[in-house]
T-cell receptor, first 115, second 114 residues
Framework: EAGVAQSPRYKIIEKRQSVAFWCNPISGHATLYWYQQILGQGPKLLIQ????????DSQLPKDRFSAERLKGVDSTLKIQPAKLEDSAVYLC?????????????FGPGTRLTVT | AQSVTQPDIHITVSEGASLELRCNYS??????LFWYVQSPGQGLQLLLK??????LVQGIKGFEAEFKRSQSSFNLRKPSVHWSDAAEYFC????????????FGGGTRVLVKP
C-alpha cells in the first residue's frame, strides 16, 4: 500500500512570499492532518479534516495560513504571506475510520525555509 | 488539556548498551500512547502504541514500552542499542474524547557511540 505523499520536499522562499504544500493521503483514509514541526520541537497539529470537513483548526494561524481538502482526498496547505518564524517541517498524516482510527500514518514532510 | 513531557533532550549511549527514554503525560481521561521515531529528513515512523490491556507493549526494531498509570508515564526501552537507532524519538498522547488529536512531546535525540 502506498504511503502518504507530500510535495515539494523542500522549499525556500523569502518572507512575505506565498507558498503551498500538497498532500495525498493513503487511499481510503477519511481523516487528514497537517502538523507543523519547528526545529527542535515535536509536531504541533495545525488542522484536522474528516473527509472534506474541518474537525479542528484551533491552532491554525488563520490570518496567514489556509488549508483545503477537495473532494475529501488530496489537501493543500497555503501560507500567505510567509514570516521567518514559519520555517519548519510541515507534516501531513492520515488515518482510517473505524477501530484503527487512532493510528496516524505520516508523510515525509516538506521542509520550508523562509529567508 | 493534554500535555507530554520528555525530560531528556539528548541522550548518548554506547552501541550494545541499554536505552531508556522517559515520557510523562497529563490527561484527565485514559489516553492512548505512542512512540514515534524520526530519522534525519524523514517522516515519523510508529514504533509502538498502547491502547488498552497489557501495560507492557512490544514494538518494532526490538523496542518495548511500559504504561504506568500511577506515574503517568510511558517509558521506551531497548536492551541493546544498534548504531542505526540514532534518531529522534517522540512520545505522543491521544484520546477518543479529543477526536484522536495527537499531542507530542518535545522529543529526545539519541546519539550512539561506537
Amino acid at each position: 500500500e502506498a504511503g502518504v505523499a507530500q510535495s515539494p520536499r523542500y522549499k525556500i522562499i523569502e518572507k512575505r512570499q506565498s507558498v503551498a504544500f500538497w498532500c495525498n493521503p493513503i487511499s481510503g483514509h477519511a481523516t487528514l492532518y497537517w502538523y507543523q514541526q519547528i526545529l527542535g520541537q515535536g509536531p504541533k497539529l495545525l488542522i484536522q479534516f474528516q473527509n472534506n470537513g474541518v474537525v479542528d483548526d484551533s491552532q491554525l494561524p488563520k490570518d496567514r495560513f489556509s488549508a483545503e481538502r477537495l473532494k475529501g482526498v488530496d489537501s493543500t496547505l497555503k501560507i500567505q504571506p510567509a514570516k521567518l518564524e514559519d520555517s519548519a517541517v510541515y507534516l501531513c498524516a492520515s488515518s482510517p475510520t473505524g477501530t484503527d482510527s487512532y493510528e496516524q500514518y505520516f508523510g515525509p514532510g516538506t521542509r520550508l525555509t523562509v529567508t | 488539556a493534554q500535555s507530554v513531557t520528555q525530560p531528556d533532550i539528548h541522550i548518548t549511549v554506547s552501541e550494545g548498551a541499554s536505552l531508556e527514554l522517559r515520557c510523562n503525560y497529563s490527561y484527565g481521561a485514559t489516553p492512548y500512547l505512542f512512540w514515534y521515531v524520526q530519522s534525519p529528513g524523514q517522516g515519523l515512523q510508529l514504533l509502538l502504541k498502547y491502547f488498552s490491556g497489557d501495560t507492557l507493549v512490544q514494538g518494532i526494531k526490538g523496542f518495548e514500552a511500559e504504561f504506568k498509570r500511577s506515574q503517568s508515564s510511558f517509558n521506551l526501552r531497548k536492551p541493546s542499542v544498534h548504531w542505526s537507532d540514532a534518531a529522534e524519538y517522540f512520545c505522543a498522547v491521544g484520546a477518543w474524547a479529543a477526536g484522536n488529536k495527537l499531542t507530542f512531546g518535545g522529543g529526545t535525540r539519541v546519539l550512539v557511540k561506537p
